[in-house]
């Protein structure tokens, strides 16, 4: 017995002793590729000498002798820190997702090829300005540099991924960082998605009028559209809600199920806050800018910041891994920031196919045939995959189980898509490198006029003035559309199609407002008609109405007043929807005995009753407030939309609004169809609150006073690869507690689905505030850090500071960036 225990014992220790072993070097191999900051290193394709300063944040300050060698430490320093970001964005745009990570992205790669966005890209780079394409050159020449010094000095591959996920890294081209940019419009669009929810709901509903109610337009004049079966023949009311079977790797939207999908899910599109100042409003004299894009959350997070000291001045702000661009951030003479504008850049349109000949589409001219090719799609253990490419004029042809199209598509067609991303003279990164070269807002304005897509509004800052301009292109309507842009429509009808582009004078411009101050929360912020109206679905109906209060509560600013609005989670929409959802709710009642639901119910309202509004994470009213408001939109349009009722997977306050104000006898929706007794909405507040009730005492207890709404929602910054990975998830998915929610402007967009609809997934990763009182007083952070090695101390150290809503300087005094750096890069001609 004691020989058996004494072998035992040996084999435990041995494989104790393997293991410790297995670990170590793992963890030797992954650490190779963690980047040296402190080295002089010799590389081909520069003119002179280029400095890399890593402040003690990780954030590259770049010096050199030229603008040139500037972009090219630029790419350098984007390899060394986010290489395997940089490999997977190119590859997602180029639809080749599946040579690495096998089958599971397919869907991925074939959306992506049929839109065919990188040979967009390749086509668009000799439309780019002289200047641009310098830069591009020398950015892909830092990158290659890189690469160059991975394959020579085995530096771990570049990436711990690498070594798990084994392919070829080709060298970077210029027309790598175009495709980039097109995949950003990518993940900004909601267009699309859009038009099918309005046909879908049009198809469903008992009564068309009630489409108004839950699908409404922003404040302002309604717009009077037609229902979806009026403008589509052949299409079948009712056909729609018939619940649709999901396609293979495809989720309930008709979405890629893939962490790596770039198209965004139901309420998960571009948005953002921009707030402007001019040096009336401040207290300093000079004037302010704050800027807080909102993208998926993701580790590392999207941002990337970085100093370029070009000849003219430094430049500082947030830039995107692979795009040679502060896309967001100020220089010595202007500051910068972005937001969705929500431009309607998009049409489906639904092309008969020729009966006699399926090769061929009707045209205004008659019968023509698709554009097709053949495009193949290698898949990592498994058989290449050959999709035939097919474009009409209006656009590429899209499966009818994508975007749940074949729910509104008749029989007979197909469906094709118009979308300004989707042009080969697509100009957008030229104006992002030009406006970090201009000198004033006129330059500014001028500069974008070359920007394409995404549309976006930039909200500018200079020494004396502030202003706003919606950039990108904006499609050319026929006033007499069948649609206006809203539901698809008939690809042949020439009323239908887009007439160019409008001119650029055209797109909104604010410059200099009398009350001193601009901001855009992605609210609508002009009434036009159309075609010239800029969209019918704007992002904000919510967060404006906190900016504006907020705004106008001082006579004059500060940074830290920007600051302070930036960080602001008091929720507009609780403070306006609970008086009216509770109103006859409050304080009414028996006294219940304590554990029965009626106590419950009591005691949630009470503190509901006492409560602010503040969407804080330590406090449990958020989470009664969110699980109200969510059981009570599923209470009120499940029995007149059925399934269709599960796109609505975010509550819309305009619609509760409308339904317990009566606008427009909205009211009839708290009847239930179904039943026989004539429900009224103060019914349905009452049982919907039991519901959002009873599934919190199912999942967290009874106890209302010990909940945390910052339990729930957690910012979910996850690795797209390894973020499911058991073990390895905890090491490289960055979770946190935080306030705000879907409406409050420090915004945390809630998942809206599965076992935690209110997991925060979608956010402000980057949050600048610029001050030019003060410039090097201006500030900035991003949501994890600045390295994407889980290894590096720089992968999730600015994290903290961000939930705690903390920044760190944003500074162009080299001084201070060399005073405490963490290592100097000096990269010299070979």
């Given amino acids: 017995m004691s020989t058996l225990f004494r072998w035992l014992l040996r084999i435990a220790g041995g494989l104790v002793f393997l293991t410790v072993l297995a670990?170590?070097?793992?963890?030797?191999?992954?650490?190779?590729?963690?980047?040296?900051?402190?080295?002089?290193?010799?590389?081909?394709?520069?003119?002179?000498?280029?400095?890399?300063?890593?402040?003690?944040?990780?954030?590259?300050?770049?010096?050199?002798?030229?603008?040139?060698?500037?972009?090219?430490?630029?790419?350098?320093?984007?390899?060394?820190?986010?290489?395997?970001?940089?490999?997977?964005?190119?590859?997602?745009?180029?639809?080749?997702?599946?040579?690495?990570?096998?089958?599971?992205?397919?869907?991925?790669?074939?959306?992506?090829?049929?839109?065919?966005?990188?040979r967009l890209a390749i086509a668009s780079v000799p439309a780019q300005d002289a200047r641009t394409s310098a830069a591009l050159t020398a950015y892909a020449a830092g990158v290659n540099a890189r690469l160059a010094e991975i394959n020579r000095d085995a530096l771990g591959r570049g990436a711990p991924e690498m070594f798990l996920f084994d392919a070829p890294v080709a060298p970077w081209q210029p027309a790598d960082s175009i495709a980039i940019g097109k995949l950003m419009a990518v993940q900004l669009s909601?267009?699309?998605?859009?038009?099918?929810?309005?046909?879908?709901?049009?198809?469903?509903?008992?009564?068309?009028?009630?489409?108004?109610?839950?699908?409404?337009?922003?404040?302002?004049?309604?717009?009077?559209?037609?229902?979806?079966?009026?403008?589509?023949?052949?299409?079948?009311?009712?056909?729609?809600?018939?619940?649709?079977?999901?396609?293979?790797?495809?989720?309930?939207?008709?979405?890629?199920?893939?962490?790596?999908?770039?198209?965004?899910?139901?309420?998960?599109?571009?948005?953002?806050?921009?707030?402007?100042?001019?040096?009336?409003?401040?207290?300093?004299?000079?004037?302010?800018?704050?800027n807080d894009p909102h993208l998926g959350f993701s580790a590392p997070a999207i941002w990337y910041l970085a100093r370029l000291e070009l000849q003219q001045g430094g430049v500082i702000g947030a830039t995107i891994p692979g795009i040679p661009s502060i896309l967001s951030g100020r220089s010595h003479f202007l500051g910068w920031g972005l937001t969705s504008s929500y431009l309607d850049d998009l049409d489906v349109f639904m092309e008969e196919v020729n009966p006699e000949n399926p090769e061929q589409y009707r045209t205004p001219e008659g019968w023509a045939p698709f554009e097709s090719r053949k495009s193949i799609i290698n898949v990592k253990d498994g058989a290449p995959v050959t999709l035939t490419l097919r474009w009409t004029e209006n656009g590429p042809v899209l499966p009818g189980s994508h975007f749940r199209l074949a729910s509104v598509t008749p029989q007979g067609h197909v469906a094709s898509v118009s979308w300004t991303a989707l042009s080969e003279a697509d100009t957008t990164l030229s104006a992002g490198v030009g406006l970090m070269y201009a000198r004033n807002i006129d330059e500014a304005i001028a500069a974008t006029e070359a920007h394409v897509a995404p549309s976006q509004n930039l909200t500018l800052a200079d020494a004396s003035g502030i202003a706003m301009k919606t950039i990108g292109a904006m499609p050319a309507r026929d006033p007499a559309s069948d649609t206006q842009g809203r539901l698809p429509a008939l690809g042949w009808q020439p009323q239908n199609r887009w007439q160019g582009m409008l001119p650029y004078s055209r797109n909104p411009e604010f410059v200099n407002p009398r009350g001193g101050l601009l901001g855009n929360t992605n609210n609508k912020f002009i009434d036009r008609p159309f075609p010239e109206h800029v969209t019918f679905d704007w992002g904000d109906t919510q967060r404006i109405h906190r900016w504006q209060r907020l705004m106008q509560t001082r006579q004059v600013h500060t940074r830290d007043s920007f600051i302070e609005a930036q960080l602001d989670t008091v929720s507009f929409t609780a403070r306006s929807l609970l008086p009216l959802i509770g109103r006859d709710l409050w304080f009414t009642g028996d006294p219940a005995p304590e554990g029965t639901p009626e106590r419950l119910r009591q005691d949630a309202l009470t503190l509901l009753a006492e409560w602010n509004g503040e969407m804080n994470e330590h406090l449990p009213e958020p989470l009664l407030y969110a699980a109200w408001l969510r059981a009570l939109q599923e209470k009120l349009i499940r029995d007149e939309l059925g399934p269709v009722a599960d796109d609505f997977i975010h509550v819309d306050p305009v619609f509760i609004e409308r339904v317990f104000r009566d606008i427009d006898g909205a009211r009839r929706w708290c009847d239930i169809l179904q039943s026989t007794p004539r429900e009224s909405c103060s019914d349905i507040a009452r049982q919907s609150l039991d519901t959002a009730l009873l599934w919190i005492s199912e999942r967290y207890g009874d106890n209302l006073e010990s909940l945390r709404w910052g339990d729930l929602h957690q910012a979910a910054h996850d690795h797209p690869v390894l973020g499911d990975v058991p073990v390895l998830r905890y090491f490289v998915n960055i979770r946190q507690s935080t306030s705000g929610g879907d409406n409050t402007l420090m915004r945390g967009r809630t998942v809206g689905t599965g076992e935690n609809p209110f997991l925060n997934v979608h956010g402000a990763g980057f949050r600048g505030v610029y001050d030019f009182a003060d410039p090097d007083s201006s500030v900035f952070i991003t949501s994890t850090g600045q390295s994407g090695h889980p290894l590096s101390r720089h992968y999730d150290d600015l994290g903290e500071l961000w939930r705690r809503g903390e920044y760190i300087p944003m500074s162009l005094d080299e001084a201070l960036a060399r005073a405490a750096s963490v290592g100097v890069t000096r990269l010299e001609p070979r």
Avoid: C
């Fill in 23 to 118: 670990v170590l070097g793992v963890y030797y191999l992954a650490s190779r590729s963690l980047p040296d900051y402190d080295k002089t290193l010799r590389v081909a394709g520069l003119s002179a000498p280029v400095e890399i300063v890593r402040d003690t944040a990780d954030v590259p300050h770049v010096f050199a002798e030229s603008d040139r060698d500037v972009f090219f430490g630029l790419g350098y320093a984007h390899a060394q820190d986010r290489l395997w970001q940089m490999i997977t964005l190119r590859r997602t745009v180029q639809g080749r997702l599946s040579e690495v990570f096998g089958a599971r992205t397919l869907p991925v790669d074939r959306l992506m090829r049929r839109f065919d966005l990188y």
């Fill in 190 to 290: 909601g267009a699309l998605e859009d038009e099918v929810q309005r046909a879908r709901v049009s198809l469903s509903l008992p009564e068309p009028s009630m489409l108004q109610d839950i699908l409404p337009d922003a404040p302002g004049a309604a717009i009077a559209a037609p229902g979806y079966a009026q403008v589509m023949p052949g299409v079948i009311p009712g056909a729609a809600s018939t619940r649709l079977a999901s396609a293979a790797g495809l989720d309930d939207f008709g979405l890629p199920r893939s962490s790596l999908s770039p198209f965004p899910r139901p309420g998960q599109e571009g948005a953002s806050n921009a707030f402007a100042a001019a040096p009336s409003r401040s207290a300093s004299g000079g004037t302010l800018l704050a």
